[in-house]
């Protein structure tokens, strides 16, 4: 595959287009597209990134390692249920009523994350703690090393000569004595499970494999290159991307190329840090980065490069075009970004698809529509209309606010925050619901799809799960059960994507990467879409998903269906274990 775009695109507006495509690729289906510069630093918050809570800071959870809940036995249920629905297969029985099983899976996933809540409970607590010491200003050294938890302070103690003490936990009954840091912890939990919802759709954790890099490393090969040719010693020294610059200028410079300092910088920097780099490498040499990276690299190798470069709203938005525009439409595509991303996503989406599709033509409202419109028929074209207006229903703060409640114990309060998710959902109005699908499916000769398009497009996702449990009570039968036999073609799959998603989005991408990977051949596109989009999202959840899924682990698939230094990008990103 080739670019066959044109040089120093980046130093303005995109080119015109050449051979076809609108950033100047040489055909619609040529690579991502050639990203354009960003000059903002890597804490840029984005819907697509859940490195960062709204606050600012990193993640308590980000990272504590692979996020326990989905790798039980009811994961393997929901695969099994979905592929059988996408495969257009009579779905497989199951050994217990199907609603149990994802009530299994909801309670399993609740508990494993109750610990990860709880040490993030005792972040908050130190937070909280801190911040009224420092506006009381009546704490001396003793009980600032106590709580204090952040990083920046760690000069001020060596400056002092002092070490820091480690952290002591905060005592249930230090937070229950006072008021103001338990309604605090509330406000930030709250403000973190709205984080989470905008980056994922639902409040259950999730973990990419690719974080922001704060500070460098003893082992990072950047700080081996500038301790011998700068002599500067960066250990733990903030991430800097002036050294990083240098580092991938010498790793071109010259004959030959050293593609293994590409991989280390591009798999351990965030999207948002890529970003800068470019802005930064452009400032130092007067050099494009992309061109630069562009002439020195080749094949799916350059595409996964590429990729990692561009924005992920200008990413989602060029697939987008890819699949509609040129021959023949990949219906697989749509389904897959417009039934996985969130509201927040699809907007930031839809700002970017004009300029990526239409470039250099007069910006036309609503453009992605339009192209939708144009490109597909029937009852998939109005399920895919649906998704892009970006209005499912979602939880709000108010009735979130609602829901977290303080845990108990022998009826006193803990300070402990979790979410009750039974007042998530509205019980009548799911039995309503559920009973409308029924009629629209299994009690009547034919299917009324516009009753399936505005029930799956308009309720919020835990009020979705609890429609079909009730469903189940109803029919007898499992929603993906009625898709099957209700519906068919691209509509069929959409649906049943969307089911897949809701109950276990990680499960669905899981199933995306296998059939990207099984039998003769390789689906390249799909393979380095679904990696590099999810890595700062849940691809710790997907590899566990795929581990249950084909009893291997993803890295080991790819070390299997790929080769050379494009299989090396694509194990750097989705890591071993």
């Known amino acids: 595959m080739s670019y066959g775009y044109q040089s120093n695109y980046s130093s303005g507006p995109p080119p015109p287009p050449r051979g076809g495509g609108p950033f100047g690729y040489a055909a619609a289906s040529s690579g991502p597209p050639p990203p354009p510069p960003s000059g903002y630093g890597y804490q840029q918050q984005s819907a697509y990134n859940v490195n960062y809570s709204q606050g600012g800071y990193q993640s308590v959870y980000s990272n504590s390692g692979a996020v326990p809940g989905f790798t039980v036995p009811a994961v393997q249920s929901v695969q099994q249920q979905y592929q059988t629905v996408y495969q257009g297969h009579a779905p497989a029985p199951c050994q217990m009523p199907y609603g149990m099983h994802v009530k299994n899976m909801d309670q399993q996933m609740q508990s494993a994350q109750m610990q990860q809540m709880q040490a993030m409970q005792q972040q908050y607590a130190r937070m909280a703690m801190r911040g009224q010491k420092k506006k009381s200003r009546k704490y001396d050294d003793d009980d600032d090393d106590d709580y204090d938890s952040e990083d920046d302070d760690e000069e001020e103690y060596r400056s002092k000569g002092k070490k820091k003490a480690p952290k002591k936990p905060v005592t249930s009954e230090q937070i229950a004595a006072n008021t103001d840091i338990k309604a605090e912890i509330k406000r930030m939990t709250v403000d973190e499970l709205i984080r989470r919802q905008t980056c994922s759709g639902t409040f259950e954790l999730t973990e990419g494999t690719v974080k922001p890099s704060p500070k460098y490393a003893a082992e990072d090969p950047v700080v081996k290159f500038y301790s011998t040719e700068r002599s500067t010693d960066l ?17 071109m410079k010259g004959l030959g190329t050293n593609e293994d300092a590409i991989i280390h910088v591009v798999a351990t ?3 948002a840090q890529r970003q800068e780099l470019k802005k930064k490498f452009k400032t130092m040499y007067g050099r494009d980065l992309i061109d630069d990276l562009h002439s020195e ?40 970004i417009l039934m996985t991303r969130t509201n927040a996503q699809l907007e930031e989406m839809k700002q970017v698809y004009p300029d990526v599709a239409s470039p250099n033509r007069k910006k036309k409202a609503n453009l992605i529509e339009r192209d939708i419109k144009d490109d597909t028929s029937g009852d998939f074209k109005r399920l895919m209309i649906a998704a892009v207006q970006a209005n499912r229903s979602e939880i709000g703060q108010e009735q979130l606010e609602k829901a977290v409640e303080e845990q108990m114990v022998n009826g006193k309060g803990t300070g402990i925050f979790n979410v009750n998710y039974q007042k998530l959902a509205n019980i009548e109005a799911a039995k309503r619901d559920a009973n409308l699908l029924f009629k629209a499916g299994e009690d009547r000769w034919g299917t009324d799809e516009e009753t399936f398009v505005r029930i799956f497009s308009t309720r919020d996702y835990y009020q979705l799960r609890e429609i079909w449990n009730q469903y189940v009570k109803i029919t007898q039968r499992d929603i993906l059960n009625s898709i099957d036999r209700e519906t068919s073609g691209d509509f069929k799959r959409g649906l049943a994507a969307l089911v897949c998603n809701i109950r276990c989005r990680p499960m669905y991408f899981a199933q995306r990467l296998r059939d990207a990977m099984k039998g003769l051949g390789t689906d390249d596109k799909t393979l380095i879409r679904v990696v590099v989009s999810r890595a700062e999202i849940d691809m710790v959840q997907i590899k566990q998903c795929f581990l249950e899924l084909t009893k291997k682990t993803l890295w080991k698939w790819i070390k299997e269906d790929t080769s050379g230094d494009y299989k090396k990008i694509l194990q750097a990103i989705v890591g071993k274990d």
């Open 235 to 251: 250990v733990g020294k903030p991430w800097d991307s002036e050294a990083d610059c240098e580092y991938l200028r010498k790793a």
């Open 269 to 271: 920097r965030c999207n």
């Open 297 to 336: 690299l080749s094949g799916d190798f350059r595409e996964s490069i590429m990729a990692c470069f561009v924005k992920p709203a200008v990413y989602d938005a060029w697939a987008i075009k890819e699949a509609i525009y040129g021959l023949g439409t990949d219906e697989k595509t749509l389904i897959e």
